[in-house]
């Protein structure tokens, strides 16, 4: 069996190569100890042996090549620091992992030493690594695409031709429910040292600000005022990731929605953005995770435009 781990803002999800699903919310998964993980990945996906787990973890930043998870410096990240809240679960899963002895890969994040087009490495991170396995369970091969995963936060991956090529990551364009970028007011408030930039972004959504955290939770105005506003950014954002492609040779990529609004905002998106616009359920990314997982245990030594470090087949 090969396992795919979506690090998500509000749960982990766990998908095999065969169909099987599996999640952990992560403020549940921050209070487990890794054994009591472990064994319910296995009992969850059913799994009697793991032959490779790729496994996304925060931001991704310090890798550039899909990496064995025993030679990753410091988690694969740049810095422990990161944006959004954090609560542990990640980590757990993390530990579990390591600490179960399957054989696992590390996917790297886009940021700017990613090979993606040189203009979008204008800013410092792009996307996470679940995008990746979300890009993968759309264009395994040689497609293109626009997807927007829209959800807690809002990210947009471009693909060209099955490589990844430009992102826009959660703290420079749309708000997403929970978390968004720093306007004005919130530099401000920064300045004064009435709140930090990390929180500030981490209540930067259009739910949050309302003070809200849910979309159950709130108001049925309210409600309707977030998603018409995440609908609205969605839509921007993917017609921009739109221009990068046309300008690369593609004028019309497939378009993609995922997070678990995708459903709901797909027909008001594609409205917007004058063109169908195609809802991804809430365990894409897990599942492209397993995919490439499965790929690379069969000696796939490129992904997405993401290379495979050798040792991973010192096996």
């Known amino acids: 069996m090969f396992v795919g781990v979506d690090h998500g803002s509000t749960a982990i999800?766990?998908?095999s190569s065969q169909g099987d699903r599996f999640l952990i919310r992560r403020d549940t998964a921050g209070r487990m100890e890794s054994s009591d993980i472990a064994r319910a990945v296995v009992e969850g996906l059913g799994a009697d042996r793991i032959e490779l787990l790729a496994l996304c973890y925060s931001m991704g930043d310090g890798l550039t090549r899909i990496t064995r998870i025993e030679d990753a410096t410091n988690r694969g990240l740049a810095s422990l620091e990161g944006a959004g809240l954090s609560v542990g679960g990640g980590t757990r899963v993390y530990e579990a992992v390591l600490s179960a002895g399957w054989q696992a890969v590390l996917l790297p994040g886009i940021h700017q030493g990613s090979h993606v087009d040189r203009r979008m490495k204008v800013f410092s991170h792009g996307a996470s690594p679940e995008k990746v396995g979300l890009?993968?369970?759309?264009?395994?091969g040689e497609g293109s695409a626009v997807i927007c995963d829209c959800s807690s936060n809002t990210v947009t991956v471009g693909v060209l031709k099955g490589r990844i090529v430009g992102a826009i990551d959660a703290p420079i364009f749309a708000?997403?429910?929970l978390h968004g970028p720093l306007d004005v007011e919130a530099i401000r408030r920064v300045d004064q040292g009435l709140t930090s930039a990390n929180s500030a972004f981490s209540h930067g959504g259009v739910l949050r600000k309302k003070g809200y955290e849910s979309l159950?939770?709130?108001?049925p105005?309210?409600?309707?005022?977030?998603?018409e506003a995440l609908a609205l950014f969605?839509?921007?954002?993917?017609?921009a990731m739109k221009v990068l492609l046309r300008d690369l040779g593609d004028p019309e990529p497939d378009l993609y929605l995922a997070g678990d609004p995708a459903p709901i905002l797909a027909p008001r998106v594609s409205e917007l953005a004058g063109q169908g616009v195609r809802p991804l359920d809430s365990f894409s990314s897990a599942e492209g995770c397993a995919h490439i997982a499965q790929?690379?245990?069969?000696?796939?030594?490129c992904i997405m435009g993401i290379g495979v470090d050798r040792r991973v087949w010192n096996r």
């Open 221 to 227: 105005e309210v409600r309707e005022d977030a998603l």
């Open 216 to 219: 159950e939770g709130c108001p």
């Open 175 to 177: 708000p997403g429910l």
């Open 13 to 15: 999800r766990f998908a």
């Open 135 to 140: 890009a993968y369970r759309v264009c395994p």
């Open 234 to 239: 969605a839509a921007m954002e993917i017609c």
């Open 295 to 301: 790929d690379v245990w069969a000696g796939k030594e």
